[in-house]
């Protein structure tokens, strides 16, 4: 990456051809970005299209599959706070695949670009995320966040007795949050075919050209991915008063 690129992108893909499977029976008529998040009339990639534009995003391409149809039906009647385009991968191309065959409908592919997947709600900083990546001149950036394990946890001593039951701790680790920045160069690196997260992102991280920008403490993020994450969404919007 040069020291000539802007540091806060102005496009983005959006990877939106999942099947959604365990999002059924929403998804059967859907693909899941179409998804409404109950108590909002809008779906998910509603959400992420004003997040992308409140955050200086003028241009998304957004990489269809599963039902695009339903998809584009939508997003050409819809008011859309920004320019979109869409692709449609006539064959599975796999995730890094179809990431570089939409980064090749960028409006500008000298200049770097953000990517998120098609099932995430989250409001956070991008421009902070932004230029994070670009102060420790990496080729690719991932967000990182820090979900809640989905049981309660036991909190013992050293000698086994039990000291409290933790309702849906925080877990220890951090988890890959579906939201990127990455260089112009970073599109050559993406494979034709195949999963970029087995392929480029190993190569990079060897190679100390890969950060990870983890979620400012506060910041909301949930993939949905199951009915109870909808359900789970729909609670926590009522209780932050929208």
């Known amino acids: 990456m040069t020291g000539a690129q802007h540091p806060h992108p102005t496009q983005a893909v959006v990877l939106a051809g999942g099947q959604g499977s365990r999002l059924r029976p929403y998804t059967d008529d859907r693909?899941?970005?179409?998804?409404?998040?109950?108590?909002?009339?809008?779906?998910?990639?509603?959400?992420?299209?004003?997040?992308?534009?409140?955050?200086?995003?003028?241009?998304?391409?957004?990489?269809?599959?599963?039902?695009?149809?339903?998809?584009?039906?939508?997003?050409?009647?819809?008011?859309?706070?920004?320019?979109?385009?869409?692709?449609?991968?006539?064959?599975?191309?796999?995730?890094g695949g179809g990431l570089k065959y939409a980064a090749g409908s960028l409006p500008r592919p000298d200049e770097p670009w953000y990517a998120t997947n098609g099932d995430i709600w989250t409001?956070?900083?991008?421009?902070?995320?932004?230029?994070f990546h670009h102060e420790r001149d990496a080729e690719a950036?991932?967000?990182?966040?820090?979900?809640?394990?989905?049981?309660?946890?036991?909190?013992?001593?050293?000698f086994g007795h039990v000291l409290d039951f933790i309702e849906s701790p925080p877990s220890p680790y951090l988890i890959n949050a579906g939201v990127y920045v990455?260089?112009?160069a970073f599109t050559e690196l993406l494979p034709d075919r195949g999963d970029h997260e087995r392929t480029t992102f190993p190569r990079l991280a060897r190679?100390?050209?890969?950060?990870?920008?983890?979620?400012?403490q506060g910041a909301y993020w949930r993939a949905i991915d199951t009915a109870k994450d909808l359900t789970e969404a729909a609670e926590e919007l009522t209780a932050h008063g929208g």
Not at 51 to 80: I, K, M, N, P
């Open 182 to 184: 990455f260089s112009a």
């Open 31 to 95: 693909p899941k970005p179409m998804v409404e998040i109950p108590g909002t009339g809008t779906p998910i990639i509603g959400h992420q299209l004003s997040w992308l534009a409140s955050e200086g995003v003028t241009d998304v391409v957004v990489s269809c599959g599963h039902l695009a149809g339903v998809l584009q039906e939508w997003l050409d009647g819809a008011q859309l706070p920004l320019r979109v385009t869409t692709v449609v991968e006539t064959v599975p191309l796999g995730r």
């Open 141 to 158: 950036t991932l967000a990182l966040a820090r979900p809640r394990i989905p049981w309660g946890a036991v909190e013992t001593d050293a």
């Open 123 to 131: 409001r956070f900083p991008l421009r902070e995320m932004a230029a």
């Open 207 to 216: 190679e100390r050209r890969l950060a990870g920008f983890p979620l400012p």
